[in-house]
């Protein structure tokens, strides 16, 4: 049963990426960090349905310190994740998560001990070699060409730190559930983010709150796909190994690719496809070998 609970959260992190977009394009474009707000007030709101179910779970005093550390990191996290996916193509901004096991290869071992295999290499050489073939259309200008196209673009860039922040919060969320439950875990994180994130729209967002009712449908889209996606993942993770799981996942970003070049028009999808997919492989042998 995990295998089709994963494919459901990756597709509705695919799509949850699209809405997202949407919402700061058009007319009534919402601004970016009125989108974070209003995505992690509504994804808490729809995991406290499935809190309400299952109930508080025992916590530890770790369970606090995690909590007090994910809250600013997560909400720098997702700004500059959302501003991403507002600056650029969606099949091009997203695949670049798929470098977050490249990252974890180094600050897993410095924050938690664990330390990859050799086997591990293999699924290096993929996302590189992936994210070489989202831009292989520039190679007759340069054989780095297509790696520096990709750099000069701020969404790609951004989404390469947040792929590197990301790979420090996941060890921080992994803290955070050994001293509480899945479920309740991230509903906290995603509330306390929210909290964070609150006095900086009042200060900061023009006419702040109110925006949001410029397009509530795509937000309120936004967290309940990401409480979908959430629910899946941790219902997931009781059925088999993390590596699995989160390898499953994504999937999400050749989704997204699929979603960007059938729904916004964005160009070139043939090669953004094919490198997105090589860097999903990537994140596959990291999972299984690395």
């Not at 799981?245 to 970003?253: F, Q, T």
Request: charged share 10%.
């Amino acid at each position: 049963m995990w295998v089709p609970l994963m494919l459901t959260a990756a597709f509705a992190q695919a799509v949850k990426d699209l809405c997202l977009k949407q919402s700061m394009s058009g007319i009534g474009a919402v601004p970016a960090i009125v989108v974070v707000w209003a995505y992690c007030l509504t994804t808490t709101l729809f995991l406290c349905l499935v809190v309400g179910v299952e109930g508080v779970p025992a916590l530890t005093p770790g369970f606090w310190w995690a909590l007090l550390a994910t809250g600013p990191l997560a909400a720098c996290t997702l700004y500059l994740y959302v501003r991403s996916l507002e600056l650029s193509d969606l099949s091009l901004t997203v695949p670049m998560l798929a470098t977050t096991p490249l990252f974890l290869l180094a600050t897993s071992p410095l924050m938690l001990g664990e330390f990859p295999d050799p086997g591990g290499l293999a699924g290096i050489v993929c996302i590189v070699a992936g994210s070489y073939l989202l831009n292989i259309s520039r190679w007759r200008k340069g054989p780095l060409e297509p790696f520096k196209a990709l750099l000069r673009q701020r969404g790609p860039r951004l989404m390469l730190v947040v792929a590197f922040l990301w790979s420090i919060s996941g060890n921080i969320d992994k803290i955070g559930l050994r001293h509480s439950s899945p479920v309740f875990w991230i509903t906290c994180a995603y509330g306390i983010t929210t909290l964070f994130l609150t006095p900086v729209v009042w200060r900061s967002a023009g006419r702040g709150f109110a925006q949001v009712w410029t397009k509530p449908w795509y937000l309120l889209a936004t967290g309940l796909l990401e409480a979908v996606t959430a629910w899946c993942q941790m219902y997931a993770l009781t059925m088999t190994l993390v590596p699995y799981v989160i390898s499953v996942k994504r999937l999400s970003a050749v989704i997204a690719v699929l979603l960007g070049g059938i729904v916004l028009r964005e160009k070139k999808l043939r090669e953004r496809l094919l490198g997105s997919t090589l860097m999903v492989a990537g994140v596959f042998l990291i999972a299984f070998f690395g």
